[in-house]
């Protein structure tokens, strides 16, 4: 650990030093010239002074603008080092919801479907770019606490008996568990711990109600439904997106939000809703 700090504070202070280094120099070499030219053009001693007062402003002039060039180059650094460090959580984000959903075989690429969906009614809805951004982490990760359910449970090809609907339905509490520990993903963990509530208050596992759930989670459960019933599985084959809208058209205002289901239909109108 003391060897991975102590290599970025060492380059750290090596381009501290640079910077430190120009500057005495820059000043050096100003006082020197500045000096010896205002000898050789002052005739009198108020010339002396007045080229000494324009001396002292053309240094601080030159001087900021140094620091400017300085300062500005640092800041890029600092942000470009910001947006890789970015792109690699979200790959590893990525990473990991392609594992979750390799682990069952019936939902292959299902997190990254309906990811975009969610993301397209989002923008529909008119939601903030930052939101989107975390509506999409949340979206990725969805199921992430279902790895702290056993393979016997999350992998049974029957139905799960009522103690073992128990154990399935803590599976957002985990979520919540292992998420709200690592700062970064805080902000998406609306999704991963709220996507089961209902808006009639009948969902797990705070059973919310309305516009107590959080809208992200108001909007993947739709985006999730939908995706599911569009999508092959065993024991039955792919709904037709006007079938899955039916469907979901349904129980708004009970299960979903109904400003959802409202943009959903529109898309639905507008053959939008394919990802």
């Given at each position: 650990?003391?060897?991975?700090?102590?290599?970025?504070?060492?380059?750290?202070?090596?381009?501290?030093?640079?910077?430190?280094?120009?500057?005495?120099?820059l000043?050096?070499?100003?006082?020197?010239?500045?000096?010896?030219?205002?000898a050789?053009l002052?005739?009198?001693?108020?010339?002396?002074?007045?080229?000494?007062m324009?001396?002292?402003?053309?240094?601080?002039?030159?001087t900021?603008?140094?620091?400017?060039?300085?300062?500005?180059?640092?800041?890029?650094?600092?942000?470009?080092?910001?947006?890789?460090?970015?792109r690699?959580?979200?790959?590893?984000?990525e990473a990991?919801?392609?594992?979750?959903?390799?682990?069952?075989?019936?939902?292959t690429?299902?997190?990254?479907?309906?990811?975009?969906?969610?993301?397209?009614?989002?923008?529909?809805?008119?939601?903030?770019e930052?939101?989107?951004?975390?509506?999409?982490r949340?979206?990725?990760?969805?199921?992430?606490?279902k790895?702290?359910?056993?393979?016997?449970?999350?992998?049974?090809?029957?139905?799960?008996?009522?103690?073992?609907?128990?154990?399935?339905?803590?599976h957002?509490?985990?979520?919540?568990?292992?998420?709200?520990?690592?700062?970064?993903l805080?902000?998406?963990?609306?999704?991963?711990?709220?996507h089961?509530e209902?808006?009639?208050?009948?969902g797990?596992?705070?059973?919310?109600?309305?516009?107590?759930?959080?809208?992200?989670?108001?909007?993947?459960?739709?985006?999730?439904?939908?995706?599911?019933?569009?999508?092959?599985?065993?024991?039955?084959?792919?709904?037709?997106?006007?079938?899955?809208v039916?469907?979901?058209?349904?129980?708004?205002?009970?299960?979903?939000?109904?400003?959802?289901?409202d943009?959903?239909?529109?898309?639905?109108a507008?053959?939008?809703?394919?990802?």
């Amino acid at each position: 650990m003391e060897c991975i700090i102590e290599k970025p504070m060492k380059e750290h202070d090596k381009e501290a030093s640079k910077v430190a280094a120009l500057y005495a120099v820059l000043g050096a070499l100003w006082i020197y010239f500045s000096d010896s030219l205002a000898a050789i053009l002052a005739k009198t001693p108020e010339d002396f002074t007045t080229l000494a007062m324009y001396k002292g402003w053309g240094y601080v002039v030159v001087t900021s603008l140094l620091l400017f060039v300085l300062l500005r180059r640092r800041i890029l650094r600092i942000n470009k080092s910001k947006i890789e460090v970015v792109r690699a959580y979200d790959e590893t984000i990525e990473a990991l919801s392609f594992a979750l959903d390799l682990k069952d075989k019936e939902t292959t690429w299902h997190s990254k479907r309906v990811t975009e969906l969610a993301v397209k009614i989002a923008k529909t809805m008119g939601l903030e770019e930052d939101q989107i951004v975390q509506l999409r982490r949340g979206a990725m990760i969805h199921d992430v606490g279902k790895m702290g359910i056993p393979d016997s449970i999350l992998l049974k090809p029957g139905a799960l008996s009522e103690e073992e609907s128990a154990i399935m339905r803590r599976h957002p509490s985990y979520a919540h568990e292992m998420l709200s520990k690592i700062k970064y993903l805080e902000p998406a963990l609306e999704i991963p711990y709220c996507h089961h509530e209902r808006w009639d208050g009948s969902g797990y596992p705070r059973g919310l109600k309305g516009e107590l759930i959080p809208l992200s989670a108001r909007i993947f459960m739709v985006a999730d439904v939908l995706d599911s019933l569009t999508s092959d599985r065993p024991y039955r084959n792919a709904w037709t997106h006007d079938d899955a809208v039916a469907e979901i058209k349904k129980e708004r205002g009970r299960l979903y939000d109904p400003a959802v289901v409202d943009v959903v239909v529109e898309l639905a109108a507008r053959g939008q809703l394919s990802v």
